[in-house]
């Protein structure tokens, strides 16, 4: 199960926040931008492949529903067209 709408709500939420007590020099400041930044990117980056997946699973379970539903009432009717043409 993929909780779409979570994934979807924080999709651009950091993956692991680092906590990093920003300092007084630029320096430091710099690198816990930075730092969060990546953290961002990763957590965009795996949320979306996340929601990918659960939109490409979705699609494929329906279709195979779909298919299913179409071929379910002629087995019965395919069973016996091939008993009769197999004695034939």
């Not at 920003?22 to 795996?46: C, E, H, K, M, Y």
């Not at 949320?47 to 529903?65: H, Q, W, Y």
């Amino acid at each position: 199960m993929f909780s779409v709408g979570l994934l979807a709500r924080t999709l651009f939420a950091p993956w692991r926040r680092l906590t990093n007590v920003p300092g007084t020099g630029a320096s430091t400041r710099l690198q816990v931008l930075g730092d969060n930044l990546i953290s961002r990117l990763v957590g965009f980056v795996v949320r979306l492949v996340v929601l990918l997946t659960a939109g490409l699973s979705t699609i494929l379970l329906t279709l195979g529903t779909i298919i299913e539903i179409i071929v379910w009432p002629v087995l019965p009717v395919a069973a016996v067209v091939c008993i009769v043409w197999g004695l034939v």
